[in-house]
């Protein structure tokens, strides 16, 4: 039976509260699914990105407000950085440091037996230059000579060291025949490459 206004009308009360509601019910799921889920969808959507561009700007208010920490920061490493490369020498500094490692052996009173650079070997930015020595002298003399490497304003590593009894003696001193590498360490400035269709 199909219902018309005048039937509607002619309902009890009841029945005419019942037929609004379902209508009212049908209307708000309709709008509701249609409208206001996709809205809701939207808002939510906006609501995250906008959460993350405040986390964001909360990260980078507080860099900024250390700006001045970490440039101070990056100042000290660099100060710090050009204090390690002034205590490693360059290619022309290399024979004068080791003409002074061979004064300073002969200025503690060592007799040198041999002095022997050996070949460069290359690391990331250095370059490892060691050289082999061999010396007879006291162990007194001996303490000297490692003092005066110790120093020197260049890093000089003193590696595989090796002491023996010389068997004889000199103005009452035991004689020691000791051998050594002293290792220094060259800084390597790293080549730029060139751009990409140029030689």
Request: with cysteine; glycine share 6%; proline share 4%.
């Amino acid at each position: 039976m199909a219902l018309s206004l005048d039937t509607i009308l002619k309902l009890p009360t009841l029945h005419k509260a019942g037929i609004v509601a379902l209508i009212s019910v049908v209307i708000l799921g309709a709008y509701w699914q249609g409208f206001h889920r996709q809205k809701m969808k939207r808002i939510a959507a906006k609501e995250s990105k906008l959460n993350d561009l405040i986390r964001d700007r909360n990260i980078k208010d507080n860099i900024a407000k250390d700006k001045d920490k970490f440039k101070a920061e990056l100042a000290r490493m660099n100060d710090d950085l050009q204090n390690i490369i002034t205590k490693l020498p360059d290619q022309k500094e290399i024979p004068a440091l080791l003409k002074g490692i061979s004064n300073m052996s002969q200025e503690a009173g060592l007799e040198v037996l041999l002095f022997k650079p050996q070949g460069e070997t290359s690391q990331q930015f250095y370059s490892r230059v060691p050289v082999e020595l061999k010396f007879v002298g006291s162990y007194h003399k001996i303490g000297m000579f490692f003092y005066y490497v110790g120093t020197l304003p260049r890093i000089v590593n003193i590696e595989n060291f090796n002491i023996t009894n010389a068997q004889q003696k000199k103005k009452d001193e035991l004689l020691l025949n000791t051998s050594c590498v002293a290792t220094t360490y060259r800084y390597v400035e790293r080549a730029t490459a060139p751009p990409k269709g140029k030689k």
